[in-house]
């Protein structure tokens, strides 16, 4: 990874921030060297960063893990800013707000910050009293001005991260799309040629056979055999060509597996595996444009809804139906805005992407079904391999 990378990346994000706790807890315990509340401080510091490296390592297959390793965290910090009189514990709380940006979002991590702020002013409190509030509102104002910047760009990472994701996602649907209509227009292409060679050469092929076999009864001597001959190579060549017109009006196959693999190119997380071991042959066009519809808009709702780290889609054939799955093992977090999809005992109540797939497949004898499983949430659609539009 080239160095300007490297620097750019969340690598070297968790790196300087286990550095920057290691360096605080470092003067945190030396600044306690001299008194009895080394042991508690050494204790704090070192948990914190335990738990500030566990919080990096962990990843998103565990949600709970990570909002409890926070949590303890923020008991360790408040813990931290009462023991110590300094301010070095503001700088944790300074990197457990990035954290909580990452974690709940910007809207929820202000208030967080307006939480710890107050920590910071109370510990002020305690340690200094009442009689010195220049220092300690010149601390707060301080580090609550960094925790706003701190807050106010990773906030606006975030939403870079999450614009660039959207980009690639429909510059990747793009793709598929095309690559899909690319095979279409070579089918339909085909079917076109097949069509006037039949309607064409077919045509004058048989007139001709009809001439020569009129010519043959009035023919004579070696005449008549030369008309045989020519009656016989032409109704061959009528053969073969009937035998093209078939070859090219037969369906091509379609690879819907290839514009998958266009459609899910580049996406970090979650993990995506395809599975086409069982996959049947598809050469129906519209059948290949609903199965890619419908993993688009599962993706898209994995993607915006669903803190999932990996995502399975499978397709195969049973009882000459296709049937797509495709299955997460994120937990469905939704907003309550009336046009997506929301949570009510215990089941999924499908919002406009759903209801869209719903009447897309219905309108096709097919059926979809979703629902949460114990690993996350699924997705099946099942269709039938002769579907028309």
Known sequence: MPLKDYINSDYALNASGILVTLLVGSLSIYSSQDSNILPLVSFLAVAQLFCFSFFLASTDDHPLRLRVLFWIEAVLIIALHFVINN?????LSIIWIVQSAELYGPRRSSWLLAASLMVLVGSQFYHLGGGRLIDIAATSLSFGLFMVFALSAVSR?????ELREEARALNNELIATRELLSQSAAQSERVRIARDLHD??????????LNLEV?????????????????AMAKLLLGDLRTTVSELREDDIIELEQSIRQLIAGIPKPQITLDFSNAPTI????????LLRCTQEAITNVLRHSKASHCRIELREHDNKCILTIEDNGILTLPKASNKATIADNAVVPGNGLTGMKERIK????????????KGFQ???ELKMDVTQ
């Open 215 to 231: 010519a043959k009864h009035k023919a004579e001597g070696e005449a008549q055999e030369k008309v045989e001959q020519s009656l």
């Open 379 to 381: 997705v099946m659609v």
């Open 363 to 374: 309108m096709n004898d097919g059926l979809l079904s979703f629902q949460r499983t114990k």
């Open 200 to 209: 064409i050469l077919g045509h004058h092929m048989t007139a001709l056979i």
């Open 157 to 161: 990472s975030i939403r870079e991260r």
């Open 87 to 91: 301010s070095f514990a503001g700088i």
């Open 283 to 290: 050469r129906n066009v519209e059948l290949a444009e609903i």
